[in-house]
């Protein structure tokens, strides 16, 4: 998306040694293909960042793809994307247009483009939602994600959240612990997280927190396997809870710790709603 930090992201991949080209059409995408091949490139070390202004974008863009991987090339979507709200925020800071705007309105623009786009998000391998994100913040997720390629294995974002916030937009999985008993109700909880130990222990001894914890665990171990035979490399679970401050923060911390243990896949953890409230 437009707005949606593409700029930020070609800039730490350039800054881990990807060659990287800016604005290229999509229709172009082979003919870089070859010519870093001619001057013998990294293969895994060339990016293009392509935006829908050619109206011809999604055909263009399907097309290509499908050229490359007819010739052996393994390609790899990255899908940047933000809420319509701070869309509009950021265009108005920089005070420009939206390119597809035209006549109309911000909000115009926007929602067109969200709509030339849906095809290519559904198919990306990887969506980052940059809603709530810095510039530093996207690139710590540019590095975690590119900046070891020969790590072996899955890599997990396992994220917890409040649902009276919204979904993260990019889970690629929900787990709802809001059937376990809230420690926002216990007095000396309130003030903590999950990430304390009193409110970990409470929210772990619950009826039905373990059974969770070991069911889900090799649920993922199921679903991580069929993810890497097709060829996908990043998943995220989202973990969530009412206002993802108690219980989502603690299970997400036991799910994280326990798909490490596992091994087999590199996990990191965050927490995308403590201290919002």
Avoid at 8 to 29: Q, R, S
Avoid at 41 to 46: N, S
Avoid at 130 to 140: A, D, F, I, Q
């Amino acid at each position: 998306m437009s707005g949606a930090g593409r700029s930020t992201a070609a800039k730490a991949l350039e800054d881990l040694g990807w060659f990287v080209i800016d604005n290229l059409p999509p229709g172009l995408l082979f003919a870089m293909a070859e010519e870093a091949g001619r001057v013998k490139l990294a293969a895994d070390k060339v990016a293009a960042v392509v935006d829908v202004r050619s109206l011809a974008f999604t055909s263009d863009l399907n097309s290509a793809i499908e050229e490359l991987e007819g010739r052996g090339v393994a390609v790899r979507v990255v899908f940047l994307e933000a809420s319509d709200e701070e869309l509009v925020r950021r265009f108005e800071n920089v005070r420009r247009p939206h390119p597809l705007q035209g006549d109309g309105r911000l909000v115009d623009g926007i929602a067109r483009e969200r709509g030339i786009l849906r095809e290519v998000r559904a198919n990306a391998d990887l969506v980052i939602d940059t809603s709530n994100l810095n510039v530093h913040e996207l690139r710590g997720k540019i590095v975690a994600f590119f900046g070891g390629e020969d790590r072996p294995g899955l890599r997990v974002n396992v994220v917890s959240f409040g649902y009276k916030y919204g979904l993260p937009v990019d889970a690629d999985l929900v787990v709802d612990c809001r059937f376990l008993p809230n420690p926002h109700w216990v007095p000396e909880l309130r003030p903590m997280n999950g990430l304390d130990a009193p409110v970990r222990e409470y929210v772990l001894n619950q009826a039905g927190a373990k059974e969770l914890l070991d069911a889900y665990e090799e649920v993922f171990a199921i679903i991580a396997s069929g993810y890497t035979r097709e060829g996908k490399s990043y998943a995220t679970l989202a973990v969530g809870c009412t206002g993802g401050k108690h219980r989502s923060v603690a299970m997400a911390e036991q799910i994280g710790g326990r798909l490490r243990d596992r091994g087999g896949m590199e996990v990191q953890v965050s927490h995308r709603d403590v201290g919002r409230e």
